[in-house]
């Protein structure tokens, strides 16, 4: 295997609350066995009480200790002095007129991100960010234009998650199965702020309480990870995590995607099909989804349509045509509808399922691109952030 990637900017652990206690929400069932070990819990016992505790964080929803009535009283109590079960704050809750849902968080250190709830036909996909900011400076992305200040912990990924489900009323009634069917919250799609396999290990344990079938229990299948194409961590993402895969791909040749998407520079388009190539043979995963956003002269050829076709020989493959999302200052202007439709056409007469998203959320500026926090539009400095949280 090869060692994962690195970058400049590393996770910041989560501050911890007076007197040092420890934020139970994102460590892995390893890590909280451990912890309760380190607290006096015979290793005996260990395991069950493993068990008890993540049904009440992950399949009741539960936040207080005292609420956990199947845990001895005495035990409850030293629960509460050594753990804290906290989740991001919402600073601010935005719906738009077709019911997309943007939520405002912050994080520690005052950092903000933003979540994007999106509603369909009685389900909904959550949009969840991995980063503060992005490292990737995409030129059409409204978020790449946020610098990245640091990466998300696996409790403030998983955090996301279960304060939609809060905002959602979905947690279970007490007493009641764990039925995924029929839910508010059916998908999570990790295509909010940042790269997520720039923060590998703790997205991967953050979709590992995700999927985990004796608490939120969404299956592999219900979860899409997106890259812009970090070629060392698409294994490592099928051996590791096994979701389905999204590739922000964008552009047919390497000067337009150079420019599009800069990772290309490091990881070309014919390095990035090879490495796509294995993902479904490793993670027994479906079609991989190739995300092409639409820019009216840039991209939007049938040539580009061609070679398109071309370069998905041998990838099972759908590609979602997105129509660009515009922001204030953006350099280009979304394709025609008529342009759209006819690249669609020569997709979909080679065999390739070419869906035209829909835009969603673009009221409140939370539609695919546009996720920018509010820490970084007001300009605050990583000095000015950092001095405030007293970091």
Not at 6 to 18: A, F
Not at 174 to 187: E, M, Q, V
Not at 195 to 200: H, K, T
Request: with cysteine; net charge neutral; proline share 5%.
């Amino acid at each position: 295997m090869k060692a994962p990637v690195t970058q400049d900017v590393h996770t910041i652990p989560r501050k911890l609350p007076e007197g040092g206690k420890i934020n139970l929400i994102g460590l892995t069932r390893d890590a909280l066995r451990e912890a309760l070990i380190a607290i006096g819990t015979p290793e005996k016992q260990a395991k069950m009480r493993t068990n008890q505790l993540w049904q009440w964080l992950y399949h009741w929803g539960v936040r207080d200790f005292a609420l956990m009535t199947n845990l001895a009283k005495d035990f409850r109590v030293t629960l509460a002095e050594h753990f804290v079960i906290e989740l991001p704050e919402v600073v601010t809750r935005q719906v738009s007129e077709d019911g997309t849902r943007k939520y405002l968080v912050r994080i520690a250190g005052g950092h903000e991100v933003e979540v994007v709830y999106i509603p369909e036909d009685g389900r909904g996909t959550l949009c969840v960010s991995s980063q503060v900011g992005c490292t990737l400076t995409c030129s059409f992305c409204h978020t790449g234009t946020q610098k990245l200040v640091r990466n998300l912990t696996a409790g403030e990924i998983i955090g996301q998650v279960m304060l939609a489900r809060d905002d959602l009323g979905e947690w279970p009634e007490k007493g009641a199965a764990n039925d995924p069917t029929g839910r508010l919250l059916s998908n999570i799609v990790l295509m909010g702020m940042g790269e997520p396999l720039y923060n590998f290990e703790n997205v991967r344990d953050a979709m590992k309480i995700a999927m985990d079938g004796e608490g939120i229990a969404l299956g592999r299948r219900r979860i899409t990870l997106s890259t812009s194409g970090v070629v060392p961590e698409i294994a490592r993402t099928a051996q590791e995590i096994g979701c389905l895969l999204a590739v922000s791909f964008h552009a047919t040749t390497d000067a337009v995607r150079d420019v599009l998407v800069p990772i290309n520079k490091r990881w070309n388009i014919a390095t990035l099909m090879d490495a796509l190539r294995e993902y479904p043979k490793v993670s027994n995963s479906e079609r991989i989804t190739f995300e092409y956003v639409m820019l009216h002269g840039v991209n939007d050829s049938d040539e580009d349509a061609h070679r398109l076709v071309a370069l998905l020989q041998g990838v099972p493959a759908k590609v979602n045509l997105i129509p660009f999302n515009e922001w204030p200052g953006a350099p280009y202007t979304r394709s025609s509808n008529n342009r759209i439709r006819a690249f669609a056409t020569i997709l979909m007469e080679a065999g390739y399922a070419s869906p035209i998203r829909t835009p969603r959320g673009e009221d409140i500026m939370a539609a695919c691109g546009q996720l920018k926090s509010a820490t970084e539009r007001s300009r605050k400095s990583r000095a000015q952030i950092a001095a405030e949280a007293g970091l």
